[in-house]
């Protein structure tokens, strides 16, 4: 990242001050920043049929989850040992507490379910290193949505900072959600990218 002298917004990145930064480079730009695997990441805000993803698969977790469960977007998990790597996933599933706590990281372990629908110009590599980072925290559930190709792939029971369990299917398959959802999420007449401007 290289920021020109004379349009200093936010400071250069250093060691111990990467959350500074990227708090700054949001409030400054809206882009969305994590820090993942002590890298910082900067993705646009969700829009169009990226969005539109997220609101569909929203409205349907909010009628399948158990009592004192809730589905959320914009709110962060970072690693156990390392409140300063982590990452806002565009949906996420945690108790209803939440919703009265004032920290604004959730423990990674209270994460019921993670969903990330990729960017149209994000890379195989970056998914990977955020499927990695996901196992590595311990979340128990992460659900990966491809609107470039109408795909989605389920990772579940992390291990050794590895997914044991993968499986993998196109849009108009159900996703068989384990608990502590339990139920099956339809990803027929979900979104997907065309080959208009880049997401």
Same mark, same amino acid.
């Given at each position: 990242m290289s920021?020109?002298?004379?349009?200093?917004m $936010?400071?250069?990145?250093?060691p111990?001050?990467?959350?500074? =930064?990227?708090?700054?480079i949001?409030?400054?730009?809206?882009?969305?920043?994590?820090?993942v695997?002590?890298?910082?990441?900067?993705?646009?805000?969700?829009r169009?049929?990226?969005?539109? =993803?997220? !609101?569909r698969?929203?409205? /349907?977790l909010?009628? !399948?989850?158990?009592?004192?469960?809730?589905a959320?977007?914009v709110s962060?998990? !970072?690693l156990p040992? &390392?409140?300063?790597?982590?990452?806002t996933?565009?949906?996420?599933?945690?108790?209803?507490? $939440?919703?009265?706590?004032?920290?604004?990281?959730?423990?990674?372990? &209270?994460?019921?379910l993670? =969903?990330?629908?990729?960017?149209?110009?994000?890379?195989s590599?970056?998914m990977?290193?955020?499927?990695? $980072?996901?196992?590595?925290?311990?979340?128990?559930?992460?659900?990966v =949505?491809?609107?470039?190709?109408?795909?989605?792939?389920?990772?579940t029971?992390?291990?050794?900072? !590895?997914? /044991? &369990?993968?499986v993998?299917?196109?849009?108009?398959?159900?996703?068989?959600?384990p608990h502590?959802?339990?139920?099956?999420?339809?990803?027929?007449?979900?979104?997907?990218?065309? &080959?208009g401007?880049?997401?």
């Amino acid at each position: 990242m290289s920021v020109s002298p004379e349009s200093k917004m $936010w400071p250069l990145p250093r060691p111990g001050n990467l959350r500074e =930064v990227a708090e700054k480079i949001e409030n400054a730009t809206g882009l969305r920043a994590q820090i993942v695997g002590g890298s910082l990441v900067m993705s646009p805000t969700p829009r169009g049929k990226h969005a539109g =993803v997220i !609101a569909r698969l929203r409205r /349907q977790l909010e009628s !399948a989850l158990p009592e004192g469960l809730a589905a959320y977007e914009v709110s962060s998990i !970072a690693l156990p040992d &390392d409140p300063d790597d982590y990452v806002t996933p565009d949906l996420i599933v945690l108790p209803e507490e $939440w919703e009265d706590d004032d920290d604004w990281l959730a423990a990674p372990e &209270d994460a019921g379910l993670t =969903v990330e629908v990729i960017s149209k110009s994000e890379k195989s590599k970056e998914m990977r290193d955020k499927a990695d $980072w996901y196992a590595r925290a311990g979340v128990a559930v992460l659900l990966v =949505v491809d609107p470039r190709n109408g795909t989605w792939t389920l990772r579940t029971r992390p291990e050794k900072g !590895a997914y /044991q &369990d993968t499986v993998r299917g196109k849009y108009g398959e159900t996703v068989p959600l384990p608990h502590p959802i339990g139920s099956d999420i339809a990803t027929d007449g979900l979104p997907m990218y065309g &080959d208009g401007p880049r997401r």
